[in-house]
């Protein structure tokens, strides 16, 4: 086997749109998973210290590199993965611009070694501050492994903009994550301070490698989604239109094996999934596409995380018609669903009612019952006049005003459980509630540590009785992974409040008892009637006698 890595030509080099790539440790774990992917490799083992601000390595056992290749590989625009212009325009690898290596050089340790299946011994290449000062035979198994050590140790500045070591860890496993979905026969190994995270073994079951990520909840609820049209192949995964969490987090997009963050894919889920969930709701979305490569160009970002597509109408189509189509034929029901769907259909077999005479109730202090429409408006009248009120914003209001006041020493009712539930999460997850626990316990959600991925819940909110508790508590740690930037607590804390108030509401579409309505409305009226929901949207209208007389000319 001849030298396989060549340096581009400086008018290919000059076409790749080139950056930054290296921004934090997941970077550089991404850069060098996906150059483990691209030599073939069975088993990636990724192993950190520190988040991966003192130490990555990444080992596997793909085609290794020869002598030559390695010392070439940390050279700028060296590659063997693209040799000219024609190949520019139709890349199949992971990687192809050459940069990685030399980049991650560049601002750390680096000790690479590297051996490939047929050599009798390995090279290893050690650089510090981008230049090669030791090369040398060593012996190591085929494969390659990168070491990277004190990230940005000569750039003070950049170093101290990284995070806490929980807040990189989670950036390294959602890079792993994103590469172990579309990759489901080769295995990956992530250790942190010599912990295993998770080991994913190799497997030719999509589905288990999904659920090992996952969890099995959100893989029951999985439909598969397979189609094609003139233009492009499409397949995957996606849930049940009535499943939804609180964050686009778990929409993953691949065109031809990369994954990508893609605004107008991204449309296309939410325009099929629009009639089923609500606003600012999402789904869990896997899904792969494979367009021809004339057609994406993936040379436009430089952390390849974005590609152009030349007919966007016609991606968004195939995303947007398969889906609705895969959404709108669910698998025939389980015997056991009937009886669930009968009972969830029933409040549409009567979408128009008034009250009789005798129904009516008189509410506090002076509205009364007039009736319910289509199961999800109230109408009342009194003295003041007339009013709709969609209930199930008028409730969240309620739930979210009354958690708030919590902050404050007012108790939630709750509910403990005489058998705690143990509930499994992603590691991350499971970390970020911990992390507000004591926050959480004053909503009237107390939970545990229970092992390495299981927390244990011991009681909820009573306005939360029933609610399907692994989806509750996933998107609860999506909220609270949010906090990003604009950290303050207090923005942690009202999109929590936000969210448990919007799950514990009543929900639309559901007849409600004379009592509930009193209760509701007395509640309401003791806050001085708000008028939105906490997401803001209206939550009552409101007219005047005086304005009603006028309509019809009475006045
Ligand atoms: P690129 O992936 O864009 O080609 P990199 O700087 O990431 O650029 O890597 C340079 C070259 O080094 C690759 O083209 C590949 O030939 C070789 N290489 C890097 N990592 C590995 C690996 N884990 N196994 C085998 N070859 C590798
Ligand atoms: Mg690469």
Redesign the pocket.
Known sequence: MGVKIRVLPAEVAGKIAAGEVIERPASVVK??V??SL?AGSRVVTVDIEEGGKKRIAVMDDGEGMMRADALLALERHA?S?VYDEVDLATIR?????????PSIAAVSRLSLITRTHNALSGTQVLAEDGQVHAVGEVGSPPGTRVEVADLFYNLPARRKFLRGVRSELAHIIEVITRMALVHSSVGFVLKHNNRVLFDLPPTQEERSRIRAILGKEVVARLLRVQGSSGFGEIRGWVTVPTYCRGSAKGIYIYVNGRYIRDKLISHAVSEAYRRFIPARMYPVVILFLSIPLSEVDVNCHPAKMEVRFRRGEEIHRLVCDQLKDTLSHPPEARPGEISEIREEMAPYAATFSLARDSEMIPLAPSWRMVGQLKGTYLVVEGDEGVMIIDHHAAHERILYERLKRSLHGERIAQQPFLIPQPIELKREEKELLLEYRTELATAGLELEEFGERTVVVTSIPSFLQGEDLPSLLEALSEALAERGEGGAVENVLDRIYVLLACRGAIKANRRLQEEEVRALLREWEEMARPTTCPHGRPLCLQWSWREVEGWFRRG
């Open positions: 850069e060098l996906e150059n691209d590659t993965k690898t992971l990687g192809f611009r050459g940069e990685a290596l």
